[in-house]
Each structure stands twice: as structure tokens, then as C-alpha cells.
């Protein structure tokens, strides 16, 4: 049979690239990228571009007003499936330090670093942490090390580093925010653990969207039930027959409480809660931090609200 | 001429596409019963002109026509990789009259058999239209405009690469037509079966050339108004060539005879 | 027999199977006139044509199928516009409206950043996610789709099959044009919760080519289409039930499953005689 099929694949994606790239570049818009307002202080600020805003945190706690950070990702972008703009690449273009994670969350990055032919100090934050296992094809391990205090710590020494390399001069000053900072990561895990105590181990049941919290359970002695999603990243959907056993488990575990995360729709979580029996709680903070006047958008912040949200469904 | 209406009246009638004049003022009118021819080289217009009658471009001028109005496309028009059987086709003749929400009955198919059988085609009511040769597919299309039952049937390029079987039993559907006073006007390049079988030609090129009939038209300065350069003259015989590279060998140089 | 009534005794499998069969079935019939019109681009595209009246939707906070809606009827609109011209065909003009507002689309959504993770309807769908809400819109989708082939289907196919004829007997093109567009847009909607965006296609034409292959007349090719892509729902979501791939993948690997079975049956039959 003789159809006129029309290949049009190639024409309109160039199209549509085209005219998207085009409109948005001249728009002067500033895509995602957030910037620190210029303020005082002594001489020039580097400028500073992290992709995750926990290492935009820790930038900022550790760069005090040395540095300019300015950030890729927002508290509604989901590392994962993030797609970088133009206005990300220009970004880069002036940056002096450049933080990535690394273990392949923001493996987008690379791309985008050469395109924008950055000259900048690059740090990459999980080096010199072992990462946990995973057979996942994409991951070298699994790269949501900050949920781990003593991981995060290493991260603060790596973006010390990073900093001081690109400016020597502030060598003492990263190095006294750090210990400070350190300290507070310290103080934090501590009351994550005061919170937990009254609940015992086997009871602290978390199911998550996705697997983003195998650093968090090992650290705090969690334990982990199951996910929605079968992954280390969100970019997965799950079968019926792990939905199924997922189902099973919760059930089996008397598990009554199913976490959402920010930055990602929950309306499997709430099919499976119903079937399962369960409720859908609040949002958890799981690859980003929150938003403007959340109460969440530092990291301590952020891990603390986590620990609450999980403690009071656990004693509930 | 009878003294009775014209089937088809047009008046001053011009189709522009974009800035570009592709009809320019062209006025005739056909009485019924009549088989007229509308000839002319490649872009003169000949489609435009089946497409105004049509209403489907928009035009300047005045445009009367006898409802209801059949028609018959090209074959080449026509998705051929269409699943339909020859049947099929025919019953689709008969949509407007069935209207929305109605399915075609057992009396409708009927109906379009007898049509196929009309144009030698009931043996093949059950072939794919997609399977059928040019000339048996023309023919198809023939019965379909049948179904429609018009007082005015316009045709376009109905005889080129058709068959010699297909081609005479066309016409002598078309001649019955014109004999239960229905009026026919078909666009060819055929010159020679122009001049056979119909009464009155229209020879155009942008404008309405000549009007008339074959004596009239086929004179050496007529034609040269129309084609130009491409003229032929043998034996004292006028013919045109019409684009030589586009129509088949048995329809190049045919002339009068 | 456990394992073929297992899934029935869960919520989210009954509500899954439900969305499977009705998208499977109209996506399948409607397939058939956007396979043979001609247009298969039209089934890629309608999805990108979707993104911005989703998005449009989206930003104002509206219902997103009729955002989707929407941006079908501009595009009909615009299309006539153009042909009016009377130099354009409607594929050429179709062929240059369905990427701009592919380009359009996919700006406003570089420029609106919620979009990303909080519409539903992602690359691959969410079969299981479906809610009670999500089913009422595949029935309504589907009753629509039914009444417009009770409706207009023999016009719809004389369209398909020869437009210049039915132009002459004079059916209007525009409303025609915008009828088949809209039902197919409407398709693609309830398509995308299931499949997603890049499936989608593949559930338009995938059971239409299988049944191009089984049939001989238009209708009862729809029909066939309609009962494969509804087969290919239902056993989809049997495999995902026992297996670990999604519920979308499942379902268009079916799809192509089926159509390599029909396909193969057929060129096996050639050689033997």
C-alpha cells in the first residue's frame, strides 16, 4: 500500500528548538538562575554557580560575602528531569567556581559547561564519599549523599576547597565558615536523632516517591519500606507488578503513612495509599529545598522539617 | 439553442490566486442538454474554471448552474490507498441525499450496483477501488456522479489515460445523459475526441478564447489564440500540441478526422 | 485461573484496565482516519500542538483537555485562514502551523517553570495513577468520539477518501476539518494520561496499520483497529502486572507485538502460495 506518510520529525523539532531557543534567549528572561544581590563589603565578590540548592546553601554558608552564588536549580525543578536554559548557560559563562553533586544527578551539566565554555574552578561535590552501591544503569552510585551529616560535612569541605582554589585570599574565611557550619550539620543531626528516639527503629517505616533517602535511613537508622518509583530517579514509572508488591508490603508492615516529595506530582502516591490503606503526608524535601517564606529553604531547615513530618506521622 | 434556461450561465468571471490572475473574465452559457468541451493548454485555467463552477474557490462574477450539480474528480485526485471497493465508492454518491446520522440501506447499494452495471463495472462491485486499472476507476467515479443524479455534470479530465473500452462506454453515458436533457462539461486535452463527441467547445487561456462549435474553433488562427507556437499544421489539418511530455503517446498529434 | 482475575481485585488495576480499554478502542478507530488521510504526521503533532494548550491551561488554571481543545481549534482556524489563499493546500498548512505551536509551546513552557513537574502527563504516562476524575474524561472522550462517527464518520471518510468530491457536494470543509481534529485531539488527551507524549503516536496508528492489513472496507477496519487497540491495553496491563515494565511501554510494545504478528502472518501467507 502507497501512503503518503510525511517524515516531519526532523523539520518541526528543529522548528520548535529554533523558535523556542530564540524567543527565550531574547526574552532577557533569567530562566532559573537566581543571583545574590550585590551588596557591600570589601572588594570583589566571586561569582559562584551551584546546581542544587543544597550546594547553593552550602555556598552561601560557607562563602558568607565573598562570594555571589547564583543557582540553576529552584525549589519547583526536579534535578532529574532538569533541562538547562540558555540563560543557565550564560550564567556560566562568568562564573569563577562551578558546584556540581556529581554521581550523575546533575549530569546534565557537562553539556552545559562546555557549550558555555566556562574557564571556572569546578567542584565536584561528592568526591571523597563513598557512595552507596546501586545496579541502576546511569548511576555510579547513588548520588543523594547529602541526607547523610557526615556526607554532607565532606560536601562543605569540597565546596571550602572549591572556593578557596579560586580565591586564595579568602582561604581563612572559607575555612572558619566551614567549621562553623559543620558544627551547626552536627547540631542538626543531633536533634534529628532526639526526635527519633521515642520511636522505635522498626517503626520508623518510610515510603518515598523515589529512592532518595538511602543516605538518610543508614544514617538515622530508618528503615526503608519501598518506593513509588523504582529508582534513584524520578524519571521511572513502576510497573503493575511493583505497585502490586509494593502494595503487599505496606500492608504487611502496617505501614500507615505514604511521603510525597516537593517538585514532583503525587497522584500515584495517593492511588496507592487508598489500596494500600494508608495516608499521603506531607511533602518531603528530598532533592530540593523549599521556596520563599516555606520555613524550608536552608538545608538545615529543610532536613529538620523532614525529620518533624516523619516523626509526627510515625507517633501518630 | 432551445429558447428554455441556461443549465450554466457565467458572467465576467475571474478567479485570482494571491495576485495572480488565473481566470480573467470569462463569460459563456450552456443550454441543457448540451456536451460541452473545455479545452486549452496546461495552466490556462480549464481546473479553475470546474472549481468556480463548483464553488470552491472564491471568484469575481457571476456564476448560475442548474442543481443539483454532479461531478468527477480526476482519478489521480483520489486516495487510491483508501480501503473502499468499487461499490463503496458508488454509495458515497449518495451521502447528501441520505444526510447526517444515516447509514446507507440495502436499497442504496442496490441502486449503486446498477449504477457500476451502467458503466460495465457490476463484476468488479467488490474489488478494492485501489486494485482497479485507471480507465475502470474513472469509470467508477462516472457511476458515482450518476448516484448524484445532477442536472449539470462537470468532469474533470475524464478521458486522459483511460482505456479505449473505458473511454467508449464513458461517452455513451455521458450521450445519454445530454439525451434525458441533462447537461454535461467535461475539461480535456484530448483535441481530436473533443471535436468527436462534443457539441459545443470552450477553448481558454486565462480568457475565454473562442466559444463554439467544432468548425468554429478549429481554425489555425483559433488555435494559435489559444497555444501559441504549438500549433501543428499537416495535410491542411490543424491540430495543437499541448505540452508534449505530459500526455501519452496515443493522445499527442490527434487532429481532426 | 488466579492469575487472570488477580488484577481485577485491585483498585488501581480495575481503574487501569478501564482507561486501557477506552483509550485502546478510540484511539484505535480514530487512528484510522489520521493513517489514511494521509496525516500521519498529524498524530505526532497533535501531541506537540497539546503541549500549548496545555500549558495555556495551565498558566491560566483551567481544564487542560480543553486548553487542548483549544489549541486544535486555532489551528483548524489558522489553517483555513491560510488556504483561504487558495495557493495552500490544508497539509502544507498544517505542516507549518503544528510545529509553531509545537516552538510556541515549548517556549512558554522554558518560561513557565512549574510546568515541568507538576503537570501530569509526562513522556511515558501514568497508567496507574489514574483517577475516578481521569476515567469520567476517557468516557466522555469516548462517547464523543462515538457520536461523531454515528454522527459524521461517512462524511468524515468520504473526506479522507476523496476531499475534492465532497467539497463539490458541498460539505463544509472547515467544520469537517475542525470535527476530526477535535476528536482527535480529544483522543490524544486521555492517550497522554496513559501512554504519554512520545507513546502516543504509536497508539494512533499501531492498531490502525494491523488492521489496514486485516481488512478490505473502511468500517470494518475501524472496527478491527477499535478491538486491537483495546487487546493491546488489556494484555499490556496483564504483562506489567507480572513483570517490571510500565504500564505505557507495556501496552505499545503489544501494539507493536500485534502489528509484527499480523504483518508477518500476512507475508507468511504470500510465500506459501
Known sequence: MSLSLRN??????????????????????????VSDAEGGGVGQRISVVATTMQLQDFARQVGRDRVEVTGILGPDNEPHEYEPTPSDAEALADADVVLENGANLDEWL????????????????????????????????????????????????????GLAAADPEGRATYEKSASAYKAELDAMAADIRDAFEPIPPEQRDLITTHDAFGYFVRAYDVQQVGTVLPALTTESEPSGRQIRELVQEIRAQDVDVIFTEEAVDAGLERQIADEAGAEVSTSLYADVLGAPDSGAETFIEAELANARAMAAAWQS | MSGSVAAIAVERL???????????????????????????????????????????????????????????????????????????????????????????????RRRALALLDQVGMADRARSPFGELSGGQRQRVLLARALAQEGRVMLLDEPLSGVDTRSRALMLEVLRQQCAEDRTVLMTTHDLAEAAR??????????????????????????????????????DGRVGALDDPHHHTTTERRRWNG | MEWLTDPWSSGIMRRAFAEAIMMGAVTGALGCFVLLRGLAFLGESVAHTLILGVVVAFLLGGPVALGAVGAAALTVALSSALTADQRFSVDVSMGVLLPTFFGLGVT??????????KLEGTLFGAIFAVTNLDLVLAAAAAVLAGATLLFAGKELALVTFDRSMAQAMGYRMRLLDLLLFGVVTVAAVVALRAVGNVLLTAMLLGPALSARLLTRTFWPMVASAAALGTLA?????????????????????????????????????????
Open chain 1, 8 to 33: 516531519s520529525k526532523v523539520v518541526p523539532a528543529l522548528a520548535a528548538a529554533g523558535l523556542a531557543l530564540g524567543i527565550t534567549a531574547c526574552g532577557g528572561d533569567d530562566g532559573n538562575a
Open chain 3, 233 to 273: 491495553g488489556v494484555l499490556g496491563l496483564y504483562w506489567s502486572w507480572s513483570s517490571d515494565v510500565g504500564g505505557g511501554p507495556a501496552i505499545v510494545l503489544v501494539v507493536a507485538g500485534l502489528f509484527a504478528v499480523v504483518a508477518g502472518g500476512r507475508a507468511g501467507a504470500t510465500l506459501v502460495r
Open chain 2, 197 to 234: 463527441v462534443c457539441d459545443r467547445m470552450l477553448l481558454l487561456n486565462r480568457r475565454l478564447i473562442a466559444a463554439g462549435t467544432t468548425q468554429e474553433i478549429f481554425t489555425e488562427e483559433v488555435l494559435r489564440r489559444a497555444y501559441g507556437a504549438d500549433v501543428l499544421m499537416l
Open chain 3, 108 to 117: 512558554l513552557i522554558a518560561l513557565s517553570e512549574g510546568y515541568r513537574s
Open chain 1, 110 to 161: 557537562d553539556d552545559l559547561l562546555s557549550n558555555a565554555g566556562s574557564q571556572a574552578q569546578r567542584v565536584t561535590a561528592v568526591e571523597g564519599i563513598e557512595l552507596l552501591p546501586t545496579e541502576e544503569e546511569g548511576f555510579p552510585g547513588d548520588p543523594h549523599v547529602w541526607h547523610d551529616p557526615e556526607a554532607a560535612k565532606t560536601m562543605v569541605d569540597n565546596v571550602a576547597a
Open chain 2, 14 to 108: 475571474s478567479v485570482a490566486f494571491g495576485d495572480r490572475l488565473v481566470l480573467e473574465d470569462v463569460s459563456f452559457t450552456v443550454s441543457p442538454g448540451a456536451l460541452v468541451g473545455v479545452l486549452g493548454p496546461n495552466g490556462a485555467g480549464k481546473t479553475t474554471l470546474l472549481r468556480a463552477l463548483l464553488g470552491e474557490v472564491t471568484a469575481d462574477g457571476r456564476l448560475t448552474l442548474a442543481a443539483p450539480v454532479a461531478y468527477v474528480p480526476q482519478v489521480s485526485d483520489v486516495q487510491a490507498a483508501f480501503p473502499i471497493d468499487a461499490q463503496g465508492v458508488v454509495v458515497m454518491g449518495l451521502y447528501p441525499r441520505l444526510g447526517w446520522w444515516r447509514r446507507p440501506s440495502r436499497d442504496d
